[in-house]
């Protein structure tokens, strides 16, 4: 079975600075899809980013960035410029048939 | 935030109660799916349906009983509860064999309390 570690339970960074959020997984395949979701307090879970295995490339959506690297099975998250509203908790996500979450790190960003 | 929604999100019932959660999808999503959510777990994924046949039952208890009955919709009932079921249900959604290739949107999910 697959499975998603986050070695991390919780992180903190100051407002405006940049933290890391990692993830190993554990897999014999070579395709499938990674994501990290943001779980506010009280709120919905909502999608990060995502990255697909085939593509060597790392994945960015404007603040957040992946750094793959799929030799390693290493998935972590790096956010710029920390904002408030950034403190969540964050899970790492592996999917290939079902869905497998990391046990999640819980953000917190201090003003 | 409303692609996915879930009611009640709060629910507290008794061991002999029957109830049901509800999710309902408006992103035109073929694949649904519960998940529970306990503290300091990962995600556990319960059901999923795809095209509103099951495929997928990972050794849930039969208290729980789900229903899909068109691919917007998709219901968790609820029968005999144990305290130990107390968590955060959350339903999710996706599109299967599209361009989105499964990625998985989530409801606000529904704060189960079992007395």
């Known amino acids: 079975a697959q499975t998603v570690t986050q070695s991390q339970p919780e992180m903190s960074v100051q407002e405006a600075e940049t933290v890391t959020l990692s993830c190993t997984y554990d897999t014999s395949e070579s395709d499938y899809y990674l994501f990290w979701y943001k779980q506010p307090p009280s709120r919905q879970m909502i999608l990060v980013i995502r990255q697909e295995a085939y593509k060597q490339q790392n994945a960015t959506e404007n603040r957040f960035s992946v750094n793959f690297q799929k030799a390693a099975k290493s998935f972590s998250l790096k956010i710029s410029d920390s904002q408030l509203g950034d403190a969540a908790m964050y899970f790492c996500a592996y999917r290939r048939d079902d869905m497998r979450f990391g046990a999640g790190t819980r953000l917190t960003v201090k003003p | 935030e409303t692609g996915v929604t879930q009611t009640p999100r709060h629910l507290v019932m008794g061991m002999t109660n029957k109830k049901s959660l509800k999710c309902e999808q408006h992103l035109g999503h073929n694949a649904m799916y519960w998940y529970k959510q306990s503290a300091k777990k990962p995600l556990e994924l319960m059901f999923v349906y795809n095209f509103k046949e099951q495929t997928e039952n990972n050794s849930v208890p039969s208290r729980f009983s789900p229903e899909c009955p068109n691919s917007s919709h998709l219901f968790l009932h609820l029968h005999t509860l144990q305290p130990e079921d107390s968590a955060l249900y959350l339903c999710?959604?996706?599109?299967?064999?599209?361009?989105?290739?499964?990625?998985?949107?989530f409801g606000p999910g529904t704060r189960l309390t079992v007395l």
């Open positions: 999710a959604s996706s599109r299967v064999g599209g361009g989105e290739t499964d990625t998985q949107y």
